[in-house]
């Protein structure tokens, strides 16, 4: 069958290989069809070769994590054939740790876990996989099209979930949420906060494109200038770009008893003048909180299939920008400016 594939840590291995082996019964008793899957930066920085880990005694990793298909065979009768399913991503460690034990697995604290695309496992572009039942998450049929945004929508279904928790540590009644950055998981994560009833703020540098009016359906307030300047103070802010000044920013910006999180990642390598003392201040006197998140577990990905089961579907479309047939798939790993969401189409 047709994969695609990178060897690890080998910039500009990105290959389509025609004569990829069928997924191994090992992989689980739920076989499927792939439909699509959604292209993010993760994918683009194993290409370049920042980082990923073929299978044990492989040369190749197949890359992909946002998944998307149809089950072909379950012998367990979880799921029917003709069913949409997508993939969890993270598998837990084999000790396991005291997290993955209790099927916290996005919380491993040995790093040992494996990941569909990204680490130890293989990825979910390609024609068959396979899954086991717990790792499998059913989805709806109206979702035919968006369903690989499952994916992305845990992440910020995670960050939701943590948000609440911390919250709860005194009377939590939160009105506005500010959102840095409009890519996948920003607009998801204000999806979420539109969905939680708040006032939802959305900051980011573009003035022309999709982004405005995405926000805007949500009955979101888009804003494009410095962050410093908002007149706000946000209950809640969720950073997606990683740029370390807005980081910085955002954890000054919160209002009292406010909570920030990081879903960001940065790149590092760069020193910024910053009064660590005035930050330092302001967290402690006003009992602030800020906190990193990534991935997500069983829980938040089923919180994720019940989110975009709500949302309107036309809005979801929206965010996919291009898909691009599995025969030009190099094309769909080589991001344009106005892009959004590019979806890799297995069924073109």
């Not at 890359?63 to 072909?72: A, N, T, Y």
């Not at 979801?316 to 344009?336: K, Q």
């Amino acid at each position: 069958m047709r994969a695609v594939t990178v060897i690890p840590g080998v910039p500009g291995s990105l290959r389509l290989l025609d004569d990829y082996p069928e997924p191994a019964s090992e992989e689980g008793p739920i076989l499927v069809e792939a439909v699509s899957v959604g292209v993010c930066g993760t994918d683009i920085e194993i290409i370049e070769g920042q980082y990923g880990e073929a299978p044990p005694g492989a040369d190749h990793l197949v890359l992909g994590h946002e998944s998307l298909g149809r089950v072909l065979e379950d012998s367990t009768g979880t799921l029917q054939p003709g069913d949409l399913v997508a993939g969890i991503v993270r598998h837990p460690d084999p000790l396991p740790c005291p997290n993955c034990a209790v099927d916290e697995w996005d919380m491993c604290r040995n790093g040992m876990f494996t990941e569909h695309g990204i680490k130890a496992l293989p990825g979910f572009a390609r024609q068959r996989w396979r899954l086991q039942p717990r790792f499998a998450v059913g989805l709806a049929p109206a979702l035919a099209e968006v369903g690989m945004l499952l994916e992305p929508t845990s992440v910020v279904a995670k960050a939701w979930d943590h948000i609440d928790r911390i919250g709860r540590r005194t009377e939590w009644q939160p009105r506005h949420a500010l959102i840095t950055g409009a890519g996948p998981i920003g607009l998801l994560a204000a999806l979420l906060a539109s969905q939680r009833g708040l006032s939802v703020h959305v900051l980011d540098l573009a003035t022309e494109g999709p982004k405005p009016a995405l926000a805007g359906a949500l009955g979101a307030t888009y804003h494009s200038g410095p962050l410093h300047q908002l007149d706000l103070e946000p209950d809640v802010i969720i950073e997606c770009t990683g740029a370390p000044a807005v980081v910085l920013e955002a954890m000054c910006k919160v209002g009292p008893t406010g909570i920030v999180c990081l879903a960001g990642v940065s790149s590092g390598g760069r020193i910024i003048d910053f009064d660590a003392g005035a930050l330092n201040r302001t967290l402690v006197l006003e009992n602030n909180v800020v906190f990193g998140s990534v991935n997500a577990n069983r829980r938040h990905w089923d919180f994720a299939a019940e989110a975009l089961s709500k949302a309107d579907p036309d809005w979801l479309g929206s965010l996919i920008t291009r898909r691009v047939p599995l025969s030009e798939y190099a094309v769909a790993y080589s991001p344009g400016p106005q892009d959004i969401k590019v979806v890799l189409d297995f069924t073109a």
